[in-house]
């Protein structure tokens, strides 16, 4: 089985990141095939988000620094087919622990490796941090795919160009020479105001193909899913929002050819 791996990253917090991740995951898991979301962002949201509590020494903080293997951190979680690495406050400290390290955005693709080289899984989804920080390098240098959510607002466009700048940079610079942007999705979309559907076109016009046709309602069933520990899937399985993301999850399944 080849692995895909995806970074969900958007530098500008806020946009349903963490929710697209999760739910993507948990779709993707429903639809037969097996998923690992690496939760790489300290504040854990990926991780509560799943129903996983937070635990010292659970995260990929060690692994990262060369002590003990990644695929020890491997939690399963409530959901079949769906495993989670989680993280915790620790993951504050890598930061600084990485910049001692030669090539330190290089070191999440090592300790990924062996879980790519397994197959165990299908798809291994990374949901980083809302920054460009260097733990958000590592997942974009070990990842082989670019997914990026943007929220339906006058300002995607901003945060998007800077994703595209940092794409080309690792690029050419041999970082990571094939990373590719699997696609932007449209999140927080109000069908009944002007602004979202003038900001989707806009970005529409930007990014073309690239612009998945799934839009992303805003609906409260989707922002209360995380305090209950559930995807939007399992919390809700008839919300207009797990449809969404629904359709979402076979354009990415056909967009990867898997």
């Known amino acids: 089985m080849t692995t895909q791996i995806i970074t969900v990253a958007n530098q500008k917090g806020g946009v349903g990141k963490t929710t697209t991740a999760i739910s993507l995951a948990a779709c993707l898991a429903e639809a037969g095939r097996p998923v690992l979301l ?20 659970a995260s990929a903080y060690a692994p990262l620094l060369g002590q003990g293997k990644l695929e020890d951190k491997i939690k399963s979680t409530a959901f079949d087919r769906l495993w989670l690495i989680p993280s915790e406050v620790d993951l504050c400290g890598a930061e600084i622990e990485l910049m001692r390290i030669e090539e330190p955005v290089q070191v999440l693709r090592r ?24 733990l958000t ?28 700048r940092l794409l080309n940079q690792l690029r050419e610079s041999g970082a990571n ?49 995380p305090s209950f520990g559930k995807p939007i899937l399992h919390y809700d399985p008839y919300c207009s929002a797990t449809a969404a993301y629904q359709v979402l999850t076979g354009e990415i399944i056909s967009r990867l050819k898997i």
């Open 137 to 164: 390098m590592n997942a974009f240098v070990a990842a082989a795919h670019l997914l990026v959510p943007l929220q339906c607002e006058y300002y995607a466009l901003e945060g998007i160009a800077t994703i595209n």
């Open 38 to 57: 690496v939760d790489l962002d300290p504040q854990a949201n990926a991780t509560s988000g799943l129903g996983i509590e937070k635990h010292p020494g």
């Open 111 to 134: 300790a990924l490796a062996p879980i790519r080289e397994a197959g165990r899984f299908e798809v291994v989804l990374i949901d980083c941090p809302p920054s460009l920080s260097l």
């Open 177 to 225: 020479p094939n990373l590719s942007l699997l696609g932007v999705v449209m999140t927080m979309f109000d069908a009944r105001t002007r602004l979202s559907r003038q900001v989707v076109d806009e970005v529409r016009r930007h990014f073309g193909e690239l612009l998945f046709e799934t839009v992303i309602p805003r609906t409260t069933r989707l922002a209360e899913a």
